[in-house]
């Protein structure tokens, strides 16, 4: 138990199940616009006050939270495939082949992410939950890529893949079955990270207008309301948002962390 983030996990594990279950402890329907309340502090009727637009928080933080995870989630997803997918191809290939596929993904990354997502963005011009999810997955597998193709590169030369080779294994058979379940554990971390920046970054591109439209709930596009709220007066529309994402990326850093540990010391015993 020592070392292990039991309360970020358990703080974590609230945070979720309140988003998946936010019909039952919402208070308020988090899209009615209640113009005779908007920029109410939080009381009894509003525990944690309405937004500029006489949005209830409270229940907009479970709704739009499920929302922003379903972002992260989605985003992790197609990120990891892609990894595993080009490392795979990338570890299996020839030298000349390796180092093509390498170098391109070293422009890539050279490139500032958000500026990536910004130019996809802009290409594919959709901004709904599973365009934001599509642009963010296609910009977030670089890193986690190279880790993928070390690995490979590693296991190739196993037994068990020689062995499938000559019995006629194709690449996805062989990728699947006897290279991903021992390279898995390895970036696991990695998965929760690339969950905890989906989040980040569709919070910071509804901060810059280019996330979800206006009438999508989201952690971030509720803070993209920040600049109203601070000519208000109204502290806890950004404050409290603020802190249920920041916590929620916490608790998903530390267990990344622990995670990459784990990996690690079992990378050393071996």
């Known amino acids: 138990m020592r070392g292990r983030p039991i309360f970020a996990a358990a703080l974590l594990a609230l945070i979720l199940l309140g988003c998946l279950c936010c019909e039952l402890i919402m208070t308020k329907d988090p899209t009615y616009l209640d113009l005779f309340h908007h920029t109410h502090p939080p009381d009894r009727e509003f525990w944690f006050g309405t937004d500029t637009m006489g949005r209830d928080i409270f229940s907009m933080i479970w709704y739009g939270g499920r929302v922003s995870l379903v972002i992260g989630v989605l985003s992790a997803a197609l990120s990891t495939l892609i990894a595993i997918l080009l490392g795979g191809l990338s570890g299996l290939a020839p030298d000349p082949l390796d180092?093509?596929?390498?170098?391109?993904?070293?422009?890539?990354?050279?490139?500032?992410?958000?500026?990536?997502?910004?130019?996809?963005?802009?290409?594919?011009?959709?901004s709904g939950v599973f365009g934001i999810s599509l642009v963010i997955g296609l910009t977030g597998w670089f890193s986690m890529m190279k880790v993928v193709r070390t690995e490979v590169r590693q296991l190739r030369n196993s037994e068990y893949v020689i062995a499938a080779r000559c019995m006629g294994g194709g690449f996805f058979h062989i990728l699947k079955n006897h290279l991903t379940p021992n390279f898995i554990p390895s970036i696991m971390f990695m998965v929760v990270m690339n969950v905890r920046n989906a989040i980040v970054m569709e919070s910071t591109l509804s901060f810059l207008g280019l996330g979800l439209p206006p009438e999508v709930i989201s952690w971030g596009s509720m803070l993209s309301l920040s600049e109203n709220a601070l000519t208000t007066g109204g502290w806890w529309i950004i404050l409290i948002p603020g802190a249920f994402l920041v916590t929620t990326l916490l608790c998903m850093t530390?267990?990344?962390?622990?995670?990459?540990?784990?990996?690690?010391?079992?990378?050393?015993?071996?």
């Open 99 to 126: 180092r093509v596929i390498t170098r391109g993904v070293d422009l890539l990354f050279s490139i500032p992410s958000l500026l990536l997502v910004i130019l996809i963005r802009a290409i594919l011009g959709r």
């Open 254 to 270: 530390a267990l990344g962390d622990h995670l990459r540990q784990t990996a690690n010391r079992k990378e050393s015993y071996l």
